[in-house]
């Protein structure tokens, strides 16, 4: 893990500062009462953030056995707190404390990770952060897979193409609400210009803006113009480069720290109740399942943390 996230996060460590923090958000969200939430969510918001660094500073230090499911809840924890500055009432009742997400049963044969699946519940956590934190609705009961999920995290791209040699992103340049995608995305998606300008428009909420050269400029939505908030966009925090999917039916719609959360749910499961298959995939390295999990809990033991503290600071 990082520490400068934490050093940033530590910062609301004071039941003054976070009680003037909560009440300035609040306002601005328009939320009734803010004086009296930000006082009764104050000291709630510094604890959710310390069990957090708890949990993420005993998983850096773990063995990789256990790390996924340390990570998990210190995960659960950010997210807790960012939640309450968008729903002072949370919990409001008891069915929005679950994870909110199922996986399926194993298979105990042939089983590979990449082909798996979860499933988000109508209820939990899960679907109240899509409502509350990034407006996503209509996804209960939708189910991905591990591949399309990971295929989403653009520092595993390297690591896809070592494996399977197939790209799954491609690069854009971006410059605050404007971007650039270049042809060669249009080519992949098997589209005139102007048919791909109205299927982004239509899917993604892109207003076509100019051709460049050999690159179609777009401006895109407040939603999509912040890494943490953004459901069509990619970033990679390691290079601080942007990507998008290469087929239209790579798009998840989903924001990346609800990626997170679905891939670490289920890593965590996995580490905690099949244990044999868990076991065997750590210590004898047969499948490239142990690769992309071990790359994967590498960069969402920083990037979650990262895209937190992002959240929490657009506000200061």
Avoid at 52 to 71: D, G, M, N, T
Avoid at 184 to 202: G, H, K, L, Q, T
Wanted: net charge neutral.
């Amino acid at each position: 893990m990082t520490y400068q996230e934490w050093k940033d996060l530590s910062l609301f460590y004071s039941i003054e500062s976070t009680q003037k923090f909560l009440e300035k958000v609040y306002k601005i969200k328009d939320i009734d009462d803010a004086k009296s939430h930000s006082f009764k969510n104050s000291e709630r918001f510094i604890f959710f953030l310390k069990h957090a660094e708890s949990f993420y500073k005993q998983a850096s230090v773990s063995p990789l056995e256990i790390k996924p499911i340390l990570l998990f809840y210190g995960m659960s924890q950010l997210l807790k707190a960012c939640l309450i500055t968008t729903d002072p009432s949370y919990p409001s009742h008891t069915s929005v404390l679950a994870h909110g997400v199922t996986a399926r049963k194993r298979k105990k044969q042939n089983y590979c990770f990449i082909e798996d699946e979860v499933k988000i519940q109508r209820n939990g956590l899960c679907m109240h952060v899509m409502k509350h934190l990034f407006e996503k609705s209509g996804i209960e009961d939708e189910r991905y897979t591990m591949k399309k999920l990971l295929t989403s995290v653009p520092e595993l791209s390297s690591i896809f193409y070592f494996q399977q040699k197939e790209q799954f992103i491609t690069r854009i340049e971006k410059r605050n609400e404007i971007v650039s995608v270049p042809e060669s995305v249009v080519i992949s998606y098997n589209m005139s210009d102007s048919r791909f300008a109205e299927y982004v428009s239509y899917h993604l909420q892109w207003e076509f803006f100019k051709k460049e050269q050999d690159n179609l400029l777009f401006h895109i939505p407040l939603k999509d113009k912040n890494p943490w908030t953004s459901t069509s966009i990619l970033f990679d925090i390691e290079k601080e480069q942007y990507y998008i999917p290469n087929q239209r039916d790579q798009f998840l719609h989903l924001p990346e720290m609800a990626i997170h959360y679905l891939v670490l749910y289920n890593i965590g499961m996995i580490a905690r109740y099949e244990t044999e298959w868990w076991y065997e995939l750590l210590t004898q390295h047969a499948s490239d399942d142990y690769v992309i999990i071990q790359h994967f809990i590498s960069i969402t033991e920083s990037k979650f943390p990262q895209y937190a503290c992002m959240f929490l600071h657009q506000f200061i």
